[in-house]
């Protein structure tokens, strides 16, 4: 079955600097990639999503890039602000099944 | 998007004993799903419950332990059954399918925290 990597497990970063997970799979048969923010005792939120036939995606401060040949994808924040502090999931999606990877606790510190 | 919801929110309950857990949304989804958050850790995929007939379960999960229920498109149980201090997780639904959107996309429910003593 699916297996997702995910680094770092933590990450602290200066508000206003760029933070960066990175993600692998194994399925080469796995299409779809969404990224979920996490808050503290909160559900975990849909907050941007790539599919296999696209290399890149942005949405305002944060983008995803895919590279299907290495199997890996990147969630990219710019402009960090205290509100981004979370944990971030990434996953991989073959068959209609999420496999996730094991989150990256993202510290802000102003 | 679709409003989720689960009941209950949070309980705390003795070994050996059962707990029901439910999920509604308020739109027809064609995919449900059941998955479990122990403290600290990723989501694991229990089940995906399938309206009409028997829910499909990942390794390492099985029915007499987590029985699950699918009765129409805008609800689902899970049941924790004989449970033990290793149950205690948050328990979170997901639904995708809606409407035009992929099958893949996901949208969770805001979670049952469990406790057992």
């Known amino acids: 079955g699916e297996n997702v990597e995910q680094h770092p497990s933590t990450l602290s970063v200066q508000e206003g600097d760029s933070a960066v997970i990175k993600c692998t799979y194994s399925d080469s048969a796995s299409n779809y990639f969404p990224w979920y923010k996490q808050e503290l005792g909160k559900r975990p939120q849909l907050i941007i999503d790539?599919?296999?036939?696209?290399g890149e995606k942005k949405d305002q401060r944060i983008a995803v890039t895919l590279n299907k040949t290495a199997k890996h994808f990147s969630l990219h924040i710019t402009e960090t602000q205290p509100e981004d502090s979370a944990v971030y999931f990434c996953a991989a999606s073959s068959w209609g099944k999420l496999q996730f990877g094991a989150g990256t606790q993202v510290v802000v510190t102003p | 998007s679709a409003v989720i919801s689960q009941k209950p929110s949070r309980d705390i309950c003795q070994r050996g004993t059962s707990l029901t857990i439910q999920c509604q949304v308020d739109?027809?989804?064609?995919?449900m799903f059941w998955y479990r958050q122990q403290p600290g850790q990723s989501l694991t995929l229990i089940a995906t419950a399938n309206q009409g007939s028997e829910a499909t379960y990942e390794s390492g999960f099985v029915i007499d332990k987590f029985p699950i229920s699918r009765p129409n498109l805008t609800f689902s149980t899970l049941t924790v059954s004989n449970m033990s201090p290793e149950d205690s997780s948050i328990y979170l639904c997901?639904?995708?399918?809606?409407?035009?959107?992929?099958?893949?996309?996901?949208?969770f429910g805001p979670g049952t925290r469990l406790t057992v003593l």
């Open positions: 739109s027809q989804v064609t995919m």
């Open positions: 790539i599919r296999s036939n696209v």
């Open positions: 997901s639904v995708g399918g809606r409407g035009t959107t992929s099958t893949d996309t996901q949208y």
